[in-house]
């Protein structure tokens, strides 16, 4: 079984930075072409966040954190990142970690992945 493994979440305030990594096991770092962060907030559904195909060839924002989060992958170090910055409280949430070997749906759809990680919480206060 394929183990994503998510960290670096915490409590912030407002305007200061997280940076999260997602790692995976070194077998898959080449199988995964699409990678992609989700969030989700109580109450609200699971969210797309950012996506990046393999060897960065394309990535992808939502509209709410574009501008603050940067997304990257480590391929010699089978490592994904998400660089928040200008955290706003709105950005409370679990954050989850995906892969797919393919782009054959819409990447913030969470039926396109096969693989997930358990999550680290962000937290960030006003």
């Known amino acids: 079984q394929v183990v994503l493994v998510e960290s670096g979440g915490g409590s912030v305030q407002a305007g200061e930075s997280l940076r999260l990594s997602c790692t995976s096991p070194?077998?898959?770092?080449?199988?995964?072409?699409?990678m992609a962060w989700f969030r989700q907030a109580p109450g609200k559904e699971r969210e797309g966040v950012a996506c990046?195909?393999?060897?960065?060839?394309?990535?992808f924002y939502d509209a709410s954190v574009k501008g603050r989060f940067t997304i990257s992958r480590d391929n010699a170090k089978n490592t994904m990142y998400l660089q928040m910055n200008s955290l706003e409280p709105e950005d409370t949430a679990m954050y989850y970690c995906?892969?797919?070997?393919?782009?054959?749906?819409?990447?913030?759809?969470?039926?396109?992945?096969?693989?997930w990680g358990r999550g680290t919480q962000v937290t960030v206060s006003s």
């Open positions: 995906a892969a797919s070997p393919s782009a054959s749906r819409a990447w913030y759809d969470p039926s396109a992945y096969n693989y």
């Open positions: 990046t195909n393999i060897a960065s060839a394309g990535t």
């Open positions: 070194s077998e898959y770092t080449y199988t995964f072409y699409r």
